[in-house]
């Protein structure tokens, strides 16, 4: 149990355009969900805090203009990057948590942005 | 601020070698602290967790020790294989997750 998915897995995109990364929880309700960033050979770097039905709590220099997160339902929330430069090309990895439960993670979405 | 740091960032050992990785962490009021496995373009394989209450977890070769008050854990493998080769991930919970800096791990047969 406790599966995460992500779709896609990797999207090329051209600069200034939109791309929908979806995090699902398969088997589980997630009241909680986190969106991180991995760049080359560095760690992971939390972005934003999603709670169902509420806005998203964004860390500290993470543009919430840029990167919009949903999370609509108790198994779905989306991260949408607008206008993507080729700098937002990155690893972007989410993970989901039930009430008094660890995070489980899903697989990494890659995304490139030419 | 929460800051873990996990020393070496780097990692070369022949297969069959007892290895240790080390995380520290500079806040002691965590919830728990985590190992995850990551293979290169991969997500995270969570390896153990260890409650803040707890000194000890161990799942087959591996072994974590957590003294929270030092603010550091230790994961310990036994018996290294090439099969472990990948980077190494800590993590503390403050209710979220802090994720280190990592260590890359090469075993070579």
């Known amino acids: 149990g406790a599966v995460v998915s992500q779709h896609p897995s990797r999207v090329i995109c051209k600069s200034g355009t939109s791309v929908k990364i979806e995090c699902r929880s398969l088997d589980f309700q997630a009241t909680t969900m986190f969106w991180y960033r991995q760049f080359p050979k560095q760690s992971l770097m939390l972005m934003a805090t999603?709670?169902?039905?509420?806005?998203?709590?964004?860390e500290q220099g993470v543009e919430k203009d840029k990167f919009l997160i949903n999370h609509a339902s108790l198994t779905l929330s989306t991260l949408t990057v607008t206008s993507a430069h080729p700098e937002d090309s990155s690893f972007y990895i989410c993970?989901?948590?039930?009430?008094?439960?660890?995070?489980?993670f899903g697989p990494g979405t890659r995304l490139t942005v030419t | 601020k929460q800051e873990v740091t996990q020393i070496p960032a780097a990692l070369s050992v022949p297969e069959g070698e007892n290895l240790v990785l080390n995380c520290s962490f500079t806040?002691?009021?965590?919830?728990?602290l985590q190992w995850f496995r990551q293979d290169p373009g991969k997500g995270l394989t969570s390896l153990l967790l260890?409650?803040?209450?707890?000194r000890e977890q161990t799942s087959g070769r591996l072994n974590a020790s957590l003294d929270k008050s030092s603010g550091r854990s230790t994961l310990y493998i036994a018996a290294s294989q090439p099969g472990d080769s990948a980077t190494y991930l800590c993590a503390v919970n403050t209710d979220k997750l802090i994720f280190g800096t990592g260590t890359r791990l090469q075993v070579f047969p």
């Open positions: 806040d002691s009021a965590i919830y728990n």
């Open positions: 999603s709670n169902e039905g509420s806005k998203a709590t964004y």
């Open positions: 993970s989901a948590r039930r009430q008094g439960y660890e995070q489980y």
């Open positions: 260890i409650q803040s209450s707890q």
